[in-house]
């Protein structure tokens, strides 16, 4: 997922992999931005740290796909998908770009200059957000 | 359709393993790891014998305030770590420029094959599997044949598979259907001309198909499997192929693989992948840390 705050020119792109730090609380400490339960917090933190406010951000989230023939064994990037909508519904933040979902890799990438976010898949580039 | 042996042969510049990595592979195989023949070739590698002090001198292994020299190093590290740090550094130099072809970054093809070499190990010592070294081998050797795919396709590589990539369909069958073979057979093949014993190569042919069945069926081939599925989960080394692969329902019935178990393996391997790289980042300057 990204964020960034276009008055402040505050941004960033967090790579977590697992939904909850409930699965080791130590290693989570270690590495909190491995789990979206931890990572997206301190995500949100350190941009407000350095100036965000939480009105102006505008948020994207890519990635969260799954491998074939999952059959509900596992849904690690469902799993993903939902603590992300769980946690920004509960703190009202609204999604602008979305790019999630499928068996596919996608790379992801912000401009700090200007916010502008874009997923990638197969070389061919999708704009999630500009001004 | 090109068949294997073309693909191979073709190749002008067919990767080569290092001398270091066959000497050990036999070691293996014969499942007796000589340390004393380990500890030479370590000392005739400049590069080698960097990152052992590292090693060594990590966090992980050192003491503050006290600088191991490679002998100390060497003995502090034990035979087991050292066969690691020798196969991974040795490995990188296949791996680290290739992975263009199949839309992967430099060094994305060396993460992926580390990671599945660390996967395929933990996998091994939870599972009681005595070959842990063979399966961390196999893990590590797993993809080789898209070294060999890149080489012959080159640049066609992704114009052809693109015509092929169908959604629910398995990204093996999909480049069977584009070449008439997929990477996995091109690298048991490749493995089988290094003179690599014909079980790693099967297990390099099986990475995405193990076999279920006797007698084909082997735990080492699930355990590279499974390995190669959590990295996967981990997002090493994901390139055209997405996430296109289907985890075996033998293997993630006999490894107990659920929900909990992947997401463990997904964090150990990660971890410890990103401690190999913290502590190799500076001694390769090649960016192929393992």
Redesign the interface.
Known sequence: MTLYDPVAKVGGLL?F??PSAR??EE?AD??PA?FADTGIPMFFKTAYDLGARKERLVVCAA?G??????DG?????SRNRTMLRKIFWKNNILISGDDTG????RTMAIVIADGAVSSK???KERVLWSQ | MVAVAHILESIESLPELPVAVTRITAMLSSGQADLKEIEKIARHDEALSMAILRWANSARYGRPGRVFDLGESIVRLGGKTLLKIVLQQKVANLFKDAGSAYGLQRGALWRGAVGGAIAAEETARKHSFKDWELCFLCGLLRDVGKLAMESFYGGEYATLISAHLTPGRSFVECERAAFGTDHAHVGAELALRWRLPARIADAIRHHHEPPAEEPEHDQLFDIVHAADMICLWAGLAIGVDGMQYKLAPHVRKGLNLDRKEAEMDIMVTWSRLRELEGIMDDTSGEGAGP
């Open positions: 790579h992999m697992l699965l080791n290693k270690e590495m491995m990635g796909a799954e491998v074939l023939g999952d064994h596992f849904k690690i990037g499928g068996s596919i890799c898949h197969k070389g």
